[in-house]
């Protein structure tokens, strides 16, 4: 589904969208929160209207129910929905808790989790060499660009990042036709919305923790599930670092850790979705399983 400020869907007024840019951080935070519970308040409205199954049985076991795919920026919807009570509250995570049963976060970046690397690399949007008219052009070609592939087995280091290159195979949103690209984006959105990504560092950083953390406090039964594409972008390969991190971290005293796991997607872009649709629902597919091959 489309995220509201998307084509088809319902805009954001003038004074949600200033929220984004708010000087109060609980402003700020209240709107992170929204576009989780808004996500979450489809689903329900799914399960409960369409009749989706409800999950049954334990462990290797566990069937029905449903999982939730958030791509990109999308992650940050994630994090609020599992790290923080407050975005669903108590009527909508009892409507949720027999249907959900494992959230995959799909090539997000770090700024998702509230990290902002000053690793000596730059990207169209912050990069004060491309001019304004320019950037978003040169943000569809960075972020659908492939890279030379992360090694197998070796740590998601500084050195790493500098040592890829931008590789001949052209960038996915390149191959579109004019109508298609227009049809299928909405770089506008870059102004409004996804400003989002600039609110206060500290609650991403907060809900991140909390949702690796703090299995008990958010549908404590919630899997999730990290997928990370070896060509993507710098900025989602040091996501998977951070996220990974998440993961691998000790508990806080007397909080569980939530089941999670991280999964290399390989030879894939950012749009593995677009260029490989099939190969796509095959990794869904496989996901889907009790035993996912992200943990085998």
């Known amino acids: 589904m ?30 992170v929160r929204r576009w989780g519970n808004e996500i979450c308040r489809f689903l329900a409205h799914v399960c409960l209207r369409i009749g989706i199954p409800r999950t049954t049985g334990a462990g290797d076991r566990k069937s029905g129910g449903l999982i939730l795919l958030t791509w990109s920026l999308a992650v940050t919807a994630a994090f609020s929905i599992l790290g923080d009570p407050r975005t669903l509250g108590t009527e909508l995570s009892s409507q949720l808790a027999p ?40 943000f569809h ?3 659908s660009s492939y890279s ?4 197998d087995g070796a740590p998601i280091t500084v050195e ?52 690796f953390s703090d299995a008990e406090a958010v549908l ?12 993507t972008f710098w900025m989602a390969v040091w996501g998977a670092k951070v996220f990974e991190d998440f993961i691998k971290e000790e508990p806080d005293a007397g909080k569980r850790k939530r089941e999670a796991w991280i999964f290399k997607v390989k030879d894939a872009n950012h749009f593995l979705h677009w260029d490989e649709p099939e190969r796509m629902v095959r990794l869904l597919a496989e996901t889907c399983d ?3 091959l992200a943990k085998l």
Not at 166 to 195: C, F, G, I, K, M
């Open 141 to 143: 070609e960075w972020v």
């Open 160 to 211: 790493a990042l500098h040592a890829r290159t931008v590789l001949p195979r052209p960038p996915t949103l390149s191959t579109l036709t004019p109508a298609d690209l227009q049809r299928v984006t909405n770089p506008e959105v870059a102004l409004r919305s996804a400003l989002i990504v600039n609110t206060d560092r500290g609650i991403h950083q907060r809900h991140a923790h909390a949702t």
């Open 220 to 231: 404590p039964d919630v899997e999730v599930a990290v997928w990370w594409c070896d060509q």
């Open 290 to 292: 009790p035993q996912p």
């Open 2 to 31: 489309n995220s509201r400020d998307y084509s088809g869907s319902t805009p954001y007024t003038p004074d949600e969208l200033s929220d984004y840019t708010s000087h109060k951080v609980d402003v700020q935070a209240a709107a």
């Open 99 to 138: 249907y959900l049963r494992r959230v995959i976060l799909y090539d997000g970046s770090a700024l998702t989790a509230g990290v902002d690397p000053n690793l000596m690399l730059t990207w169209p949007i912050a990069d004060p060499l491309v001019p304004l008219e320019q950037k978003a052009a040169k």
């Open 148 to 151: 030379t592939p992360h090694p």
